[in-house]
């Protein structure tokens, strides 16, 4: 070995390991030969640091020219270095060369880095390296860590899987990464290489997360989802460096990505589907992407359909061809009309009542185009059977669901509710058949059920608050209705099967409380109504309503009523007349004490 420039035999090895070498279209460099890409070596232009050039000049031999004192560093051509590790600053750029010449260190040194070398010095930003730039300074060095997914990895694939990756997390837009500055490329790097140093499982969840995010902007292709990513591990199939990605690339894109059968996925054919996309899916099952989206958003696969932001609809092959086949075995409502024998009407209420169960969820959707499956409408046909008799001859109160119903005042959601709960004694069915028409029941048990079912009625009728309070007619009721002082609401009565227009107890209440009719006062104490009228206009008592609007005097309950009449004679009492003893008119009529 020649050792230059009285460089001792360890010195020159070590000059020998940090020199960079031209290998075809890549640069060798570093312990182990570690290969850099073409574009990860600069030769053009250098970076450099001024204050190890400053050193430089200090400890080179005195005889030494000055330009040639300086040495080129191997860490200042590589380009994801870029900040001195040695003084904690910024690397700064020389100038660059035109076309294909490479740069020549000692003079752009001699002619731009020595006259301002002071002035640099002092411009030098301060900077600290990140967890990227000291891996790739370690690997160069010739350091592994066995727990570093990327030390897997030759180091030119390792680099090209960090930015990929970093690129990636900048958002949806596309980025042209020429178009990035230093700082926003050392950002996106030291991203990437978190997520890479982390893993195939941190790989796998990153790459998720890109699906997803192509899906919410419309887009489910190859490009749109993986961008730099797909544009790396496809670049050059031959190099080997890049199979680990690849293969991670290629496995999450068959899973999640909806490739036709026979696309070239990174150097593999695939055979079979496995994901459909809605357009693919309506092909397959001749039907129309919009029915299917909305089958599959009431399945929950996919979201309601004119959600904001509705992200474009996937769906596993497998599951996909689960559903067809439930949908193609389902029948339709009219289907089922003609083989239960169940009118249409009858059907659409058992399905919103959930007696009769429809494919896909599409019970709680307003008009939807049901479709039953088989099994279902036999197990309900089973229940609604069960038990039942044959019947010859039915008596007259033995009908079908439908005139029960008109018979009992029910609806045939209730009704039905009834028989499948085992609520009836009694079921029986004509002709020895199974159809739902056939059915019977007992209408006067129907009654008695439903009107014992329900709970009792809170609120009051007009009927009923008459016969509390006579004072309060018809017509009374419905002119205080009138005035606001009773509050009217609808209210389902079991006995009648139906809502009516009921007086709520609370307003009944209030209003007793707080007034009374006079002929309520009257019965309550047995007074004449004339007396009770002249006894309370002459202690001041005035009428609380109209009494043209209302056809009968309404008092408020007051202390001062109380005491008007107080010692009024009851009902039927004589009082003494002022006529002499002996007039024709005290002779005729008899004088009870009061």
């Known amino acids: 070995m020649v050792i230059l420039g009285g460089l001792t035999k360890a010195q020159a090895v070590n000059l020998r390991l940090s020199t960079p070498r031209r290998e075809r279209n890549a640069i060798l460099t570093g312990r182990g030969d570690e290969r850099l890409a073409w574009r990860g070596a600069h030769l053009n232009f250098f970076r450099f640091c001024p204050h190890c050039i400053a050193d ?20 200042w051509i590589v380009d994801q270095v870029r900040t001195c590790h040695v003084h904690g600053v910024r690397l700064m750029e020389s100038s660059r060369t035109k076309g294909q010449a490479v740069v020549d260190f000692s003079a752009i040194v001699a002619g731009e880095v020595l006259p301002r070398l002071s002035s640099l010095r002092t411009d030098a930003v301060e900077a600290v390296p990140g967890e990227f730039e000291e891996w790739v300074a370690r690997r160069l060095d010739g350091v592994r860590e066995p727990t570093n997914w990327l030390d897997g990895v030759p180091l030119h694939a390792a680099i090209a899987t960090c930015e990929s990756l970093g690129v990636q997390t900048l958002g949806p837009r596309r980025v042209r990464i020429r178009d990035l500055d230093d700082q926003e490329m050392a950002t996106a790097s030291l991203a990437g290489f978190r997520i890479a140093a982390a893993g195939e499982a941190s790989i796998e969840r990153f790459l998720d997360r890109l699906v997803v995010r192509g899906h919410a902007a419309g887009s489910v292709g190859l490009t749109n989802a993986y961008g730099h990513i797909l544009a790396v591990v496809e670049r050059d199939l031959d190099d080997q460096g890049f199979q680990r990605l690849r293969d991670i690339v290629r496995r999450h894109a068959i899973d999640n990505v909806p490739l036709p059968s026979g696309s070239n996925v990174l150097g593999e054919v695939l055979i079979e589907r496995r994901i459909h996309t809605s357009a693919s899916a309506a092909a397959a099952s001749k039907t129309s992407p919009s029915t299917l989206k909305a089958i599959f958003a009431r399945t929950g696969i996919a979201p309601t359909a004119g959600d904001p932001g509705q992200p474009r609809l996937t769906i596993r092959v497998d599951e996909f061809e689960e559903r067809l086949r ?14 239960l024998g169940v009118p249409k009407k009858h059907l659409l209420e058992l399905v919103a009542r959930g007696h009769v169960r429809t494919l896909f969820g599409s019970r709680e959707i307003n008009k939807a185009r049901h479709r039953m499956a088989r099994g279902d409408l036999d197990a309900f046909m089973d229940r609604l059977f069960e038990g039942a008799v044959p019947v010859g001859a039915p008596t007259r109160r033995q009908v079908n669901l439908g005139r029960a119903c008109f018979i009992a005042s029910t609806n045939i959601g209730d009704l039905v509710g009834l028989v ?5 004694t009694w079921k029986g069915y004509l002709h020895g058949s199974r159809r739902y028409e056939h059915l019977l029941v007992d209408a006067d048990e129907v009654t008695r059920v439903l009107q014992g079912s329900g709970p009792s009625r809170h609120n009051l009728t007009k009927r009923e608050i008459y016969r509390t309070l006579p004072g309060l007619r018809r017509e009374v009721v419905e002119a205080l209705i009138r005035l606001g002082q009773m509050a009217v609401v609808k209210e389902f009565c079991p006995t009648t099967r139906r809502k009516l227009a009921v007086v709520t107890r609370e307003s009944f209440e209030a209003f007793t409380a707080r007034y009374q009719s006079i002929t309520d006062i009257c019965q309550a104490r047995f007074l004449d109504p004339r007396v009770v009228r002249r006894r309370l206009a002459a202690a001041g008592c005035v009428i609380a309503f109209d009494e043209t609007v209302t056809t009968t005097p309404i008092y408020e309950r007051t202390q001062a009523l109380d005491a008007a009449l107080v010692g009024c004679p009851l009902r ?12 024709p008119r005290s002779r005729t009529r008899k004088v009870i004490p009061a």
Request: no cysteine; proline share 8%.
């Open 420 to 424: 499948l709960d085992g609520r009836l």
């Open 572 to 583: 039927g009492t004589i009082r003494p007349t002022r006529h002499h003893e002996g007039s």
């Open 326 to 339: 439930e949908f193609g075995a389902g029948l339709k409502v009219d289907d089922v009309v003609k083989a």
């Open 56 to 75: 430089d000049l200090v400890g080179a031999p005195p005889d030494v020219p000055l330009a040639a004192r300086a040495w080129l560093r191997r860490d």
